[in-house]
């Protein structure tokens, strides 16, 4: 990924909409171009990190001022943009919603997954999501470059702006959810599948339509998030063919 540093080429890429991945600030920057680049940060659904000065050395070779980004390796869309678009072109639009997959391989692999099983477009949190670097996009085949990828600042306020747009939301649990093939696939859905360690936040269920969850005879405690991912919307795209 590109990286970019110094005070006026990152702000002039976030005025301009430049695509980025994250945006790094030293932490004792204050004042207000710090409140400009926070502001843009959240108003473009940004990353934005702190980081001691020592760190930022580490990381650029040049006279930073205190702030370097990277460059993103996908185009990121806008939420209100896609969801009428989506509606026109294909009628019954899928959406899969990522909270806290901070491993690049399994972002990459559920990407693929979603690919080929017809999901329209990927959502990701600003604040608990795995980059999408050379790893990510080499794991999905391809698939980074193909489904249309969202950033999305809180998971539960999305889910309540995807409900008023007339999506049902369905969050993956590993336990005490519906069968997927309970779920009516046939009509706009958004899937919310977790991390491993923490899954869903309770916030999230508690704003869900409906827990789905897959039943396992095994042992083993849990699948694999990507593996698992797979499991749902197979059986979801199946159920709405």
């Not at 001022?65 to 990277?70: L, V």
């Not at 990459?108 to 050379?134: F, K, Y």
Request: aromatic residues 4%.
């Amino acid at each position: 990924m590109d990286k970019i540093f110094g005070r006026n080429p990152v702000l002039t890429a976030l005025q301009s909409g430049a695509s980025l991945e994250k945006v790094f600030i030293q932490d004792s920057i204050h004042g207000q171009f710090e409140k400009d680049i926070r502001a843009l940060c959240r108003e473009r659904n940004v990353p934005l990190a702190r980081l001691p000065k020592f760190k930022i050395d580490r990381e650029v070779r040049g006279k930073h001022q205190g702030i370097y980004a990277f460059g993103s390796l996908v185009d990121y869309v806008q939420l209100d943009n896609l969801i009428p678009f989506l509606y026109e072109k294909v009628g019954t639009p899928r959406l899969l919603m990522l909270d806290g997959i901070m491993d690049v391989r399994n972002l990459g692999a559920i990407a693929r997954s979603a690919e080929v099983l017809g999901v329209h477009a990927l959502l990701v949190s600003t604040q608990r999501s795995a980059p999408i670097n050379e790893v990510a996009m080499k794991t999905s085949a391809g698939a980074l470059g193909l489904l249309p990828v969202v950033r999305v600042g809180g998971i539960a306020q999305t889910m309540q702006m995807l409900s008023d747009s007339g999506f049902v939301s369905l969050v993956s649990t590993v336990e005490e959810g519906k069968a997927p093939d309970q779920i009516d696939g046939s009509v706009p859905w958004v899937l919310v599948v977790g991390s491993e360690d923490r899954g869903v936040s309770r916030e999230t269920r508690a704003q869900a339509d409906h827990c789905i969850t897959i039943t396992q005879t095994g042992q083993i405690e849990s699948l694999n998030v990507s593996v698992a991912t797979a499991i749902l919307l197979y059986e979801l795209t199946k159920n709405g063919s």
